[in-house]
């Protein structure tokens, strides 16, 4: 039985690399990642039901006035044995396996139950979405239900995806962020320069002049704004 496991993990394992690297050779670590991959990811699907997962939120402040103005909201696992987990601890395992479908409900309708107790339009949130996220055909109907159940103005709400989970996407997300931006929605594009940096991409996107980004090279973001 323990040949046939180790076999089985070795394949699965190969199959997840591109064709012409194909060719692996099973190592006992193999099957220790495997297993704890296999636990983590129940884990996971627990932990959503436990209600383990919590949000702390990194202020944005206005530097003329010191005031804060706005809000991202960082999700954060509370797993009963290893403790408080970022989502460098999870989140691979998390996007593999669509878990973070459910956590990415889980997390706005947190974030939305957090401005509704805030005076009106007092602040906006940021809410973090990845590429399995918006691959999802029904995660803009799904995340509009959200808002709109809670009562919260779209308005307070800004959805951060990075360049990167845009050119994860597997399909066109372009009428998705027209949408959210007419309803009030923002949107950030957060780390512009780090993947491909496709300026094509930007000039797809809707609304750029209402459009935050975020890039740490200065020469990136002078190119956008020229667009």
Request: charged share 25%.
């Amino acid at each position: 039985e323990d040949g046939i496991r180790d076999v089985a993990v070795t394949v699965v394992q190969t199959c997840a690399l591109p064709i012409y690297a194909r060719v692996a050779i099973f190592e006992p670590q193999m099957s220790e990642s495997a297993v704890r991959r296999l636990v983590l990811e129940d884990e996971l699907r627990f932990g959503i039901d436990a209600d383990e997962f919590t949000l702390y939120f990194q202020p944005i402040v206005a530097l003329e006035s010191g005031d804060m103005i706005a809000a991202e909201a960082l999700v954060r696992w509370n797993h009963p044995r290893e403790g408080m987990l970022t989502p460098a601890g999870f989140m691979e395992i998390a996007e593999e396996s669509k878990v973070i479908r459910p956590i990415g409900r889980r997390v706005l309708a947190k974030v939305c139950r957090v401005l509704a107790d805030l005076p009106e339009h007092s602040m906006q949130m940021g809410v973090n979405v990845s590429g399995v996220e918006l691959s999802d055909d029904k995660w803009l109907e799904g995340f509009l239900e959200i808002v709109d159940r809670s009562g919260v103005d779209p308005c307070c709400l800004v959805l951060e995806v990075t360049e990167t989970a845009m050119l994860r996407a597997h399909r066109d997300i372009g009428a998705d962020l027209r949408a959210l931006r007419q309803r009030g929605v923002g949107i950030f594009l957060d780390d512009f320069g780090t993947g491909y940096s496709s300026l094509a991409l930007l000039r797809d996107f809707p609304d750029r002049k209402s459009t935050r980004l975020n890039s740490s090279h200065g020469y990136i973001s002078y190119a956008v704004f020229c667009l």
